[in-house]
């Protein structure tokens, strides 16, 4: 989602047609992402299995198996085909799948959690780790600064703040707990760290 606005760098994510938007969203792939983001974004050669998913996001799988046949967060590496397959969720999944729970858990409406979702999905790995998302309970707004995060609260449309790089690093340490499987092998790897893939690939490739 794409507004018009005043310039200043931030967003409203699902606002009524016609009301102001004094955030306005920045596009995050403008000049396209640096080496090091597109690196970090190759740690998604791992996905996850849903139970996987549901203990790193603290989520119930009845929860997840609802969001996915509902729309609302579905895996991106492998979704369920039938009986006997698995739905595989990308590390990324997974930080949505917490945020998202975060929201219900504080009433945030739905249509504009579809719009957070999204916008989630769009956005460079750069961007979220400093993105904080704010609501009011009826509007989400995306802050990049915690200059926009005071002028919010001091409009009174911010009550309830969400730092996406904080989320990040928790889902992070949890999955190093946990077993994740490569994307192109099926190889399943116990108390795999999403950056330790990663930093294997180079081993490998400088040896």
């Not at 606002?15 to 955030?23: L, M």
């Not at 403008?30 to 998913?53: I, N």
């Not at 995306?142 to 790089?165: N, T, Y």
Request: glycine share 12%; aromatic share 6%; with cysteine.
């Amino acid at each position: 989602m794409r507004t018009s606005g005043d310039g200043a760098a931030g967003g409203a994510l699902g606002q009524v047609p016609g009301e102001s938007r004094p955030y306005p969203l920045r596009d995050g792939t403008a000049g396209g992402s640096t080496p090091a983001e597109r690196s970090q974004e190759q740690s998604d050669t791992l996905g996850y299995r849903g139970p996987t998913a549901c203990a790193a996001a603290g989520i119930t799988y009845r929860q997840l198996d609802y969001w996915a046949r509902t729309g609302l967060v579905e895996p991106s590496v492998r979704p369920a085909y039938g009986s006997g397959t698995q739905r595989l969720y990308s590390f990324r999944d997974v930080v949505i799948l917490k945020i998202v729970k975060r929201f219900l858990d504080t009433g945030v409406a739905l249509q504009n959690i579809r719009a957070a979702v999204r916008h989630l999905r769009d956005r460079s790995y750069a961007d979220l780790e400093r993105m904080t998302l704010m609501s009011d309970g009826a509007t989400v707004y995306e802050c990049s600064s915690p200059d926009e995060v005071v002028d919010l609260l001091q409009g009174g449309q911010g009550i309830f703040g969400i730092a996406v790089g904080v989320v990040w690093r928790d889902v992070e340490a949890a999955l190093s707990q946990l077993h994740g499987e490569r994307i192109d092998t099926g190889e399943t790897l116990v108390g795999q760290n999403p950056a330790d893939e990663l930093a294997r690939r180079r081993r490998n490739r400088a040896g």
